[in-house]
């Protein structure tokens, strides 16, 4: 059950990469996610007008699968290995998402660009105490609402680039610690495919039953935007 719980965590921390407006792209976009503490995580986003299904490999034969709808504020966690899902309530998490930055982090646009994955990307840097984060970005992708906190890294919150990029209207491709900074974090886009997703792939599978755990996710989902 931890290693079930623990991969439900990580899947709640990939939320989300789009905001309630961003319409202009629909298809799959693959990262992976590389930390010192915690290895590789290969992540999928499956993006279709305001609704994200992403799913991550643990890498341990689990794969933990949420399903996000920012109209109708909720998310959906596809309980690994189990025909059963949990249902949380997004109020109130957005908003937090793409508040202000406690960090102090200031984001410099150094007006260099690059095609990555044949999209048009701009290299910003962000600057704080705990170093600098090299960041290529494009506008081609929605809003990036960053990764959560405390849940891959094991840091207790969110990374100070993570909060100069929300509420933005462009998505990281690449991420990685510039020189200098003593912490190991990449996050790499590995392959984006632009398609027509089915409306079935942002619902509970067929069969699937729902579990009521009470407030516990709940308080878990509120935490993670602190």
């Given at each position: 059950?931890?290693?079930?719980?623990?991969?439900?965590?990580l899947c709640l921390a990939c939320l989300a990469p789009i905001g309630a407006g961003a319409k202009s792209f629909e298809g799959i976009v693959?990262?992976?996610?590389?930390?010192?503490?915690?290895g590789a995580h290969e992540l999928s986003y499956c993006i279709k007008d305001t609704r994200l299904r992403t799913q991550i490999n643990t890498?341990?034969?689990?794969?933990?699968?949420?399903?996000?709808?920012?109209?109708?504020?909720?998310?959906?966690?596809?309980?690994?290995?189990?025909?059963?899902?949990?249902?949380?309530?997004?109020?109130?998490?957005?908003?937090?998402?793409?508040?202000?930055?406690?960090?102090?982090?200031?984001?410099?646009?150094?007006?260099?660009?690059?095609?990555?994955?044949?999209?048009?990307?701009?290299?910003?840097?962000?600057?704080?105490?705990?170093?600098?984060?090299?960041?290529?970005?494009?506008?081609?992708?929605?809003?990036?609402?960053?990764?959560?906190?405390?849940?891959?890294?094991?840091?207790?919150?969110?990374?100070?680039?993570?909060?100069?990029?929300?509420?933005?209207?462009?998505?990281?491709?690449?991420?990685?610690?510039?020189?200098?900074?003593?912490?190991?974090?990449?996050?790499?886009?590995?392959?984006?495919?632009?398609?027509?997703?089915?409306?079935?792939?942002?619902?509970?599978?067929?069969?699937?039953?729902?579990?009521?755990?009470?407030?516990?996710?709940?308080?878990?989902?509120?935490?993670?935007?602190?």
């Amino acid at each position: 059950m931890n290693a079930l719980f623990r991969a439900t965590l990580l899947c709640l921390a990939c939320l989300a990469p789009i905001g309630a407006g961003a319409k202009s792209f629909e298809g799959i976009v693959h990262l992976k996610i590389t930390t010192g503490r915690e290895g590789a995580h290969e992540l999928s986003y499956c993006i279709k007008d305001t609704r994200l299904r992403t799913q991550i490999n643990t890498g341990r034969n689990i794969v933990a699968t949420a399903i996000m709808d920012l109209t109708k504020d909720e998310v959906i966690m596809l309980m690994p290995g189990q025909p059963m899902y949990m249902s949380v309530s997004l109020k109130g998490s957005v908003a937090k998402a793409t508040g202000s930055n406690p960090d102090d982090t200031t984001l410099e646009d150094t007006g260099i660009t690059a095609t990555i994955l044949g999209y048009t990307c701009t290299k910003y840097l962000a600057h704080n105490q705990d170093g600098d984060v090299e960041i290529w970005a494009t506008t081609e992708l929605g809003t990036f609402m960053g990764l959560g906190a405390g849940m891959i890294g094991n840091t207790k919150r969110k990374a100070g680039w993570e909060h100069a990029l929300s509420g933005k209207t462009f998505f990281p491709l690449r991420v990685k610690n510039a020189p200098g900074n003593p912490n190991q974090f990449t996050l790499e886009a590995t392959k984006i495919e632009a398609k027509a997703l089915p409306d079935s792939l942002f619902v509970p599978p067929e069969g699937y039953q729902k579990f009521d755990m009470g407030g516990m996710m709940q308080g878990i989902m509120d935490g993670i935007n602190r």
